[in-house]
């Protein structure tokens, strides 16, 4: 049996993916979601990573290659080291000059974040365009992709989480609140009247955001979502049809296979 780690390394999280190959074909088969910390060294990743390996009932000799996607410059040098100390060979890295069989409509195409173009790569290989997927991380984000195959650009939103902590940093009088559904829209209670702005406004701005998109589109494209919140909003929303929890590292897998037709080496 042949492994890829898949690691998609964001502002919040690192999220990574095992995938094992079985008769080519390549199956999510373990997952895990770390803090990001930009101070890190390769050694306090490899303990880490060794770590949930070991909970998990793997090996990290089992691992054949990698692929890495990061928005986050300084660390991708530092999981590089990491990869290779693991499987003594540099993981593929999703920028520049990587094939994506997508053309990407940008003015700038360096400009997209390694992430968007993941993302938008999973989501019409998996569900076909136009489509757009939307991502609930650091930032939320709309990723476009039309009927033909092309990145056409999107939308960056300030992320629910960074919104939570502007608000709270700068009102004396507001208290953090869990992001769960309150009892109405018209909150009776200053938690609830929180809860309704994050949950409901977000939902609110998402499905007025495709609506416009759509619009310039020209056509009915499909909405999926995916990001540590995307269920919570999903459900509130009336535009997004799908949730997909593990679209950037199916994109991770879906790219490093475009670009090595022999698929990962075998277990050493």
Not at 65 to 93: H, N, Q, T, Y
Not at 143 to 156: K, P, R, T
């Amino acid at each position: 049996m042949t492994t890829l780690l898949a690691i998609d390394i964001g502002n919040t999280n690192v999220t990574l993916g095992l995938f094992d190959y079985v008769d080519g074909r390549g199956k999510l088969a373990q997952h895990w979601r770390i803090g990001t910390h930009r101070d890190q060294t390769s050694d306090e990743v490899s303990v880490v990573l060794r770590s949930l390996f070991d909970q998990a009932g793997r090996r990290t000799q089992e691992i054949t290659d990698g692929i890495v996607s990061s928005v986050v410059p300084p660390l991708l040098p530092i999981w590089e080291r990491v990869c290779g100390k693991l499987f003594e060979r540099a993981p593929m890295v999703v920028g520049p000059g990587i094939r994506t069989g997508m053309p990407v409509r940008y003015e700038n195409p360096r400009e997209v974040g390694a992430d968007r173009i993941v993302n938008a790569v999973a989501a019409f290989e998996m569900h076909g365009g136009p489509i757009i997927a939307v991502d609930f991380g650091t930032a939320t984000t709309f990723d476009c992709v039309s009927a033909q195959g092309e990145y056409l650009g999107g939308a960056i939103f300030p992320g629910i989480q960074i919104a939570m902590d502007a608000l709270f940093q700068r009102t004396a009088l507001l208290h953090r609140v869990e992001l769960s559904r309150p009892k109405g829209v018209i909150g009776k209670t200053t938690t609830g009247a929180l809860q309704s702005g994050l949950l409901f406004g977000y939902a609110g701005m998402v499905d007025a955001m495709v609506g416009r998109i759509r619009t310039e589109l020209g056509a009915q494209a499909r909405c999926i979502a995916t990001g540590g919140l995307a269920q919570r909003i999903a459900s509130e929303t009336t535009t997004i049809e799908r949730v997909e929890p593990f679209l950037t590292l199916e994109g991770l897998r879906i790219l490093f296979e475009k670009n090595h037709a022999e698929g990962p080496r075998k277990e050493r």
